[in-house]
């Protein structure tokens, strides 16, 4: 089938440099380049209890279970656990079950799952090794409201942050406090139990307790800074909720708790891995990698505009160049349209550009899904072009109001420029790329 013209050219060789650095940098973020040489051997005479939670924990079970069988030979009765992942992100095991659930939102099946991992943890003895295998997701995987907080009320809290335009830590300080798994407290019910944990990171600056909400290590966030950020942000609270804030003995455990004696904490893959991964492809494509960071935080149209400039610039000084950058941006929705960060984002790149000549990019999420409605089959963000504004234009849409709208999704699926690598079993944050030619 031929191509649209404007894949046949310039621009569509662009694209596919483009579509190669991120799929570059999602292979470098995958559990089974990652993660076997940091598996541990197995304790003497105690169990392997496996617990896993998000967008990587089917695929970071699946590489445990063939470790420990093909290095170890471990018999069945010495491995158990469970493993908790996005709906669409499970995978075929051999031993431990893997339950899929909702993100970003939480649900009954995941919490669900969480009550046996818990049950699993309180089970451990002091032989048995923990295996606590993190990725991004797993704050809404593992969900095990507080208190007398039901998960419906659990739910509303974590829609009204996710409109608020709160950023990861200001949410998870908000979850860590209305758990009884976040924030160190996993830790505290398998203890005295060794605790391993090994995470890929999806934070900015790869701050483990961020990580999924941080279950096995200290907490630095308090009640107080969570209390702030609800009303900073204008998040209503029930009063099952109010009450967890506001009750001195829900702090959560930090530095110097018991329950860390015998807890260590990994990362085994960081987005400025990736992101060093995109870069070096660039290079290999003939274009000069700046790197902007792999922890960029902001609203997502401001972070765009800033880019823009920065591209125009470099296609002025004749530098064929490729702006890689990383971290995880926000929207405050003000629309009522879908999309997600890394959408808005190219829309609001491409309305900046306005088309200039020998620039395109390409925004996605490493997990796969950007935003939308919790579904595999969401899109993971978009790619743009010089041509993008005028195919547009000859389909009867209006791209800035799409971007008032917060409709990003309906604007590019028009176009067919929505980035659809469906689930990618890892999750490193975001990956952006912006290739600038000087022809």
């Known amino acids: 089938m031929a191509h649209p013209a404007y894949l046949s050219g310039p621009v569509g060789a662009r694209r596919a440099v483009l579509e190669a650095v991120f799929e570059a940098a999602v292979a470098a973020a995958h559990p089974r380049l990652c993660l076997p040489q940091h598996l541990p051997p197995p304790p003497a005479n105690g169990r392997i209890i496996l617990l896993a939670a998000g967008k990587a924990a089917a695929s970071m079970t699946v590489v445990a279970e063939e470790f420990y069988e093909s290095e170890y030979r471990l018999p069945r009765e010495r491995m158990t656990g469970i493993a908790v992942t996005r709906h669409g992100y499970g995978q075929p095991t051999q031993r431990i079950e893997i339950v899929e659930a909702g993100h970003p939102v939480p649900d009954a099946a995941g919490l669900a799952a969480t009550e046996r991992a818990l049950a699993l943890a309180a089970g451990a003895h002091k032989e048995d090794l923990v295996l606590v295998l993190l990725s991004g997701g797993g704050s809404a995987n593992w969900i095990a409201p507080a208190g007398n907080l039901t998960l419906a009320e659990k739910q509303a809290i974590t829609r009204a942050l996710l409109r608020s335009g709160a950023s990861i830590d200001e949410i998870n300080a908000v979850r860590k406090h209305l758990s009884r798994i976040k924030g160190g407290r996993l830790a505290r019910c398998a203890a005295p139990a060794t605790i391993l944990t090994l ?25 107080a800074e969570a209390r702030a950020i609800v009303a900073r942000r204008g998040v209503p609270l029930t009063a099952s909720a109010a009450a967890l ?47 902007l960071g792999a922890d960029l935080e902001g609203e997502a149209r401001e972070i765009a505009a800033n880019h823009a400039r920065q591209a125009l610039a470099l296609r002025e000084a004749g530098r064929r160049a490729a702006i890689i950058s990383g971290g995880e941006l926000t929207v405050t929705l003000k629309g009522k349209g879908r999309g997600g960060p ?18 395109c990019a390409l925004a996605g999420d490493t997990d796969g899904t950007d935003g939308g409605g919790g579904a595999a089959s969401d899109p993971a963000g978009a790619i743009i072009d010089e041509t993008t504004l005028a195919r547009a234009c000859s389909l009867g849409l209006d791209p800035a109001a799409s971007l008032a709208d917060n409709d990003s999704t309906r604007f590019f699926e028009a176009l067919g420029d929505l980035l659809l690598p469906g689930p990618t079993r890892t999750n490193v944050n975001d990956c952006r790329v912006i290739l600038v030619d000087d022809r």
């Open 342 to 359: 890394n959408q808005e984002y190219a829309l609001a790149l491409a309305l900046a550009l306005d088309g200039a000549a020998g620039i």
């Open 199 to 223: 995470a890929i990171s999806d934070v900015p600056r790869d701050a483990p307790s961020t990580i999924a909400s941080g279950p096995t290590v200290p907490d630095p966030t308090t009640l």
């Open 245 to 291: 804030l506001d009750d001195p003995a829900n702090e959560s455990p930090k530095a110097g708790d018991p329950a860390f004696a015998r807890s260590r904490f990994e990362i085994i893959a960081r987005p400025a891995d990736s992101i060093a991964i995109a870069a070096r492809t660039a290079r290999e494509n003939g274009y000069e990698p700046i790197v």
